[in-house]
């Protein structure tokens, strides 16, 4: 359980470093940003966990390629995360036809699609390499490396998943209205920081993170590295990306429960089918190299 507690005070430390340094940050900045300073506290928070991730790595001796799940040779590790990008695309894919056909997310006609398609696909698979990378080296690399060092596959998948979904829903809130930056106010945005689990709202859409990511960390086992996770991870967010610019959301279909206030994409609908593609997953693929 020390990795896994090492992570969570990782957060929480950086959440407090920057509040701490948000008022002087945002008044150097604020005549060059339309950004809030809640969402500074976001983006310097990530800042301020980088060293920290260093340093519990090294800490927890998995500061290395193998441990990361980095030791593939190039070609190798490329064509994993392509095989990756692959299912990536279609498991979610299938998700956005499905959500279209049932009108929940109707696709926008052609003519208002077309002249910016191939935009909106090279910035989905941009986007989601890059999200990609960034969280599977640290969810499935470095967290589920770390809790694996002392624990079993169930353990090390039950608790790196939970801190996957628990980290989705980390929302620092706007300021109220005619409340303006300050330090006071910007230890207010961190203490409201967890609001959404107060508020409820949130369940279907951890749930569904929850499942996704026992998903990843059950192919981080099979296959002993995160190219493949990657992949996975990176056609996901793509789809999401890309479906986000073609397909709005229909708020008066009947079947909106279907999906989550979290992105109007993943819910109860993509929950059921990665259970089932989980359980598949589980009992078919790659099994001989599961581990025990």
Known sequence: M?????????????????????????????????????KLITIIGKLFAIPGFIWILYRLNIANKRDLGYQLSKPAFLAELLRGLGMGLALLGLLAVVLSFLDIRPVRTWDVIAPEL????????????????????????????????????????????????????????????????????????????????ANGGIWDGFIALFLLGMYL?????????????????????????????????????????????YDRTIGLLSAAGMAIHLIVTYYTWRKPKMAN
């Open 2 to 38: 020390r990795a896994f507690f090492l992570f969570i005070g990782l957060i929480l430390l950086a959440l407090l470093l920057s509040a701490a340094v948000n008022y002087p940050l945002f008044t150097l900045i604020q005549d060059i940003t339309d950004k809030g300073p809640h």
């Open 118 to 197: 191939g935009k909106i696909i090279l910035v989905a698979l941009i986007t989601g390499l890059i999200i990609g990378f960034i969280e599977e080296t640290f969810f499935r690399g470095g967290l589920f490396a770390g809790i694996r060092q002392s624990h079993g596959f169930w353990t090390s998948a039950i608790l790196s998943s939970l801190f996957y979904a628990w980290m989705h829903f980390i929302n620092p809130p706007a300021l109220p209205a005619g409340e303006s930056a300050s330090f006071a106010n910007s230890f207010w945005i961190l203490s409201h920081t967890f609001d959404d689990y």
């Open 217 to 261: 960390a059950l192919i981080r086992e099979r296959t002993g590295n995160i190219a493949y996770v990657i992949g996975v991870h990176a056609g996901m967010v793509a789809v999401i990306k890309g479906f986000k610019d073609i397909a709005p959301t229909n708020h008066s279909s009947d079947l909106i429960w279907l999906i989550s206030d």
